[in-house]
């Protein structure tokens, strides 16, 4: 089975400037999420989308947007790009059956710099 | 305000001793934790889980530790191998499918 793909892996991008990442979630699995990685910071959730909707977000600015495909693809958009905005960006997805939690599974994530 | 904390960035162990990663909550509510391993440009791998009603999970090398009143899990990893050397994430989640992540702890098993 696949794993999660994200793409593009590397990007480089100027202020001012927007981004849209995007990530094929694992065959199956209708739960994506969108998390960004800075040193010191570790791992923020951005938000999570189920079956086209946006069931929960962190506390990032409105710049900061996402959504999600019929077919669990998802992509993650961030407008006005900022200095501060340069990370990693990791997508998860999981199964999300009825009741259980579930682990996430990665992808590689795609590493935004911002000049 | 981070909700799960690794007072710990950085840890290393000689070959074959034990590793104990610590990580710690503020919320009550989470039931839910996993750690996660994570090697240079590539995206975290599941490592192990455990649920609030137990308070040991055991998975080969690997065994999660859940000590629920002081809000505090360990993971421990014996015997240690250079190939554990990674960042370590531990992960917390109460109801719904939003998991809050540590900052990490760099292991380096010293061969």
């Known amino acids: 089975k696949a794993g999660v793909t994200q793409t593009p892996r590397y990007l480089i991008k100027t202020r001012g400037q927007q981004v849209t990442l995007s990530c094929s979630p694992i065959?199956?699995?209708?739960?994506v999420s969108w998390y960004q990685q800075t040193p010191g910071q570790g791992l923020q959730f951005l938000f999570e989308y189920f079956s086209e909707t946006q069931r929960n977000k962190g506390n990032f600015p409105g710049r900061f947007s996402g959504r999600q495909f019929s077919n669990s693809r998802s992509e993650m958009n961030v407008s006005t790009l900022e200095l501060g905005d340069s990370a990693l960006y990791l997508c998860a997805s999981s199964l999300l059956t009825g009741g259980a939690y579930n682990e996430q599974f990665f992808g590689p994530g795609t590493r935004l710099t911002v000049l | 305000d981070q909700q799960v904390k690794q007072n710990s960035p950085s840890l290393s162990v000689q070959e074959g001793r034990i590793s104990i990663l610590n990580c710690d909550y503020t919320?009550?509510?989470?039931?839910?934790f996993l750690w996660y391993k994570k090697y240079p440009a590539e995206g975290p791998t599941f490592l192990i889980s455990?649920?609030?009603?137990?308070d040991k999970n055991e998975d080969g090398r690997f065994t999660v530790f859940l000590n629920k009143s002081a809000k505090h899990l360990s993971l421990h990893i014996v015997p240690s191998q250079p190939g554990d050397s990674a960042v370590y994430f531990c992960?917390?989640?109460?109801?719904?499918?939003?998991?809050?992540f540590g900052t990490g702890t760099s292991l380096t098993v010293i061969p």
């Open positions: 992960a917390a989640s109460g109801a719904g499918n939003q998991f809050y």
């Open positions: 455990i649920s609030s009603i137990k």
């Open positions: 919320n009550s509510m989470f039931d839910y």
């Open positions: 065959s199956g699995h209708r739960s």
